[in-house]
């Protein structure tokens, strides 16, 4: 039994060892390196760091108006794609939860534009919402309404910003999708000889049904969108373009951290300070979940 | 469902057809753009080109300084050592996992999972670090080696998953005739995980094709670029004016549906799949 358990325990190594290396490289010693840095004014220009205590926390929190100025636009950003996103998804999975003809064809187009690379995407839209000679105001002409700037006037690139990254709405889509499938028929039809509405059975049979799939898709989408970099960066020319009214918080840091000046340890702060508002959204939403999730499993 | 009254049968597919043409709008709108001159492409917006030509695809290929071939090749080099390392590394730990019954793997398993929540930014630093001090910058290398180390938990979670599914027996029944375990794993799991496998594979070439942030932390010189930094940035390349105003759409249309090309022939060829695969992404988190 001894010699079993210790070829095991040799065999399991052997084999599953690299993940505890890959565990230890990758991630553990990345994050105490991180939380390291935060603490001081490391750049590439100059890798001889200095330690300056809480100096680049209370930097980010108390004076740096273009961090104020990113946290805002991603919260924006994130909490109106994430309902919309959610909402369109809902809507089609609910569309697509029909034994009709031709309903896998319509699976497949809502499906695509999520396969299509974002930096594609990115030209979808910028010439879609052209300021001058794009579809969009094009039409508004015809009907008589004056174009708007779109994505190049900062006050109306978010929204630009915001409906492009709705065009991708397939994998929230999908996983409602799954989930709605598994909803018993013989509910609607009870409901239904009851004369219950569409909207009752909505509410009473398929929310809770759903319920738990929903906070999932709540969750993701709310990460999904607070870390949201590609399309933000990719419109925004890499700089938030135009006036800072596109920077996400992933742009402000990337540029911090990968471009002209480097300063590693400042950014390495904004990662930190990141992370703990992923984790208290995080927390919040398992918290409003309590309040509408039928747990049966 | 039940039986549907033709009202809601019409109600259906007026909202299915109507929202998939919303979708397809402005992919539509690029194909036709990619079809006219320079002059139509950026003055009144006319849906239908005057002549339908292939010359902007020609030009395309013409370009200078825009080698489509060479970041197609990039990307595919990319994608291929990724995939390769994270399917042996991933799938030799998820067989540990599953195979060997020691008291630590309960504890390792969670460990691991543990790390989905970490956003990259927190890890993309120091890495950065290290390997510009090893002198990686503009080479391939960091965007693959964290792959050779199973550090893609999500994949050994999902074949983690897929294992489970095979009986126990087969395993057991291969030790008694005296197969070693790095046998019973090449010759008996392998062959049979051709679906999870596919489904990383699926997963890893969209992933790679997408991926901008490593390449534009790590490749700089515009011949080492990955498709994704190519069509990034081929406005660049004409530079005709003040920012968005004048930009070659004929052109910028082409380039970007020839970049489409790899990723709509997979989904073709293997839509079904590919839904599922993404679909359990999601659980990703």
């Not at chain 1, 100025?69 to 996103?85: Q, R, S």
């Not at chain 1, 009752?200 to 319920?211: G, H, K, L």
């Not at chain 1, 920077?247 to 471009?259: D, E, G």
Request: net charge positive; hydrophobic share 50%; with cysteine.
């Amino acid at each position: 039994m001894s010699v079993r358990n210790r070829k095991d325990t040799r065999n399991f190594f052997l084999f599953s060892g690299i993940s505890i290396f890959g565990f230890l490289a990758f991630y553990v010693y990345p994050i105490f390196r991180t939380i390291f840095l935060s603490f001081t004014n490391t750049s590439i220009m100059d890798p001889l760091h200095d330690f300056v205590g809480w100096k680049n926390f209370k930097r980010a929190i108390l004076y740096d108006d273009v961090f104020h100025l990113a946290l805002k636009n991603t919260f924006k950003y994130a909490i109106f794609v994430a309902a919309l996103k959610l909402a369109l998804a809902l809507l089609a999975a609910m569309l697509l939860n029909n034994k009709i003809r031709g309903i896998g064809i319509f699976r497949a187009i809502f499906f695509l534009p999520f396969i299509i690379p974002t930096f594609a995407v990115s030209y979808v839209f910028r010439f879609f919402f052209h300021p001058a000679n794009g579809l969009v105001n094009q039409m508004l002409k015809k009907v008589g309404v004056e174009g708007i700037g779109w994505y190049a006037d900062s006050k109306t690139a978010m929204i630009t910003l915001v409906i492009s990254s709705l065009w991708g709405f397939g994998v929230p889509m999908l996983i409602f999708l799954a989930a709605l499938q598994q909803v018993p028929k013989e509910l609607y039809e009870v409901a239904n000889l009851d004369g219950a509405t569409r909207w009752q059975q909505f509410r009473v049979i398929t929310f809770p049904a759903i319920s738990a799939v929903f906070l999932f898709n709540v969750i993701l989408s709310t990460v999904d969108s607070l870390k949201s970099f590609d399309l933000a960066f990719l419109m925004g020319h890499g700089e938030g373009y135009p006036a800072n009214s596109t920077l996400l918080y992933s742009v402000y840091l990337f540029n911090q951290a990968f471009r002209n000046p480097w300063s590693l340890g400042y950014a390495s702060a904004l990662a930190l300070i990141f992370f703990v508002v992923l984790l208290v959204l995080t927390a919040i939403n398992f918290g409003l979940g309590r309040l509408y999730v039928k747990n049966e499993n | 469902m039940t039986k549907k009254s033709r009202p809601v049968t019409l109600f259906l597919y007026i909202s299915l057809i109507g929202l998939s043409i919303t979708l397809l709008l402005p992919l539509l709108s690029l194909i036709l753009t990619s079809f006219k001159t320079f002059d139509e492409s950026v003055g009144v917006y006319r849906w239908i080109p005057k002549q339908f030509n292939f010359k902007n695809y020609r030009d395309v290929f013409a370009l200078e300084n825009f080698h489509y071939w060479t970041y197609l090749r990039n990307t595919l080099t990319i994608f291929v050592f990724k995939a390769i390392g994270t399917i042996l590394t991933c799938t030799l730990t998820a067989y540990g996992l599953i195979r060997f019954d020691v008291k630590y793997r309960k504890i390792l398993f969670t460990v691991l999972l543990s790390v989905i929540l970490l956003p990259g930014e927190l890890l993309a630093i120091p890495m950065y670090q290290i390997y510009l001090s090893v002198g990686w910058f503009d080479t391939y290398y960091p965007l693959v080696t964290a792959c050779f180390f199973a550090t893609d938990v999500f994949m050994i979670f999902m074949f983690r998953q897929f294992f489970m599914s095979i009986p126990k027996e087969l395993f057991e029944a291969a030790e008694t005739d005296g197969a070693s375990e790095f046998k019973i794993y090449w010759k008996i799991l392998m062959p049979l995980s051709r679906p999870a496998i596919m489904t990383c594979l699926i997963l890893y070439f969209t992933g790679t094709y997408n991926d901008l942030y490593g390449p534009l932390l790590y490749i700089s010189t515009p011949t080492k670029w990955t498709m994704a930094q190519g069509i990034k940035s081929i406005e660049d390349i004409f530079n005709l004016g003040p920012r968005d105003y004048i930009v070659p759409w004929n052109l910028v249309s082409a380039a970007t549906l020839l970049s489409l090309i790899p990723v709509l022939i997979l989904f073709a060829f293997a839509q079904r799949q590919f839904m599922d695969s993404m679909a359990r992404t999601g659980i990703k988190g």
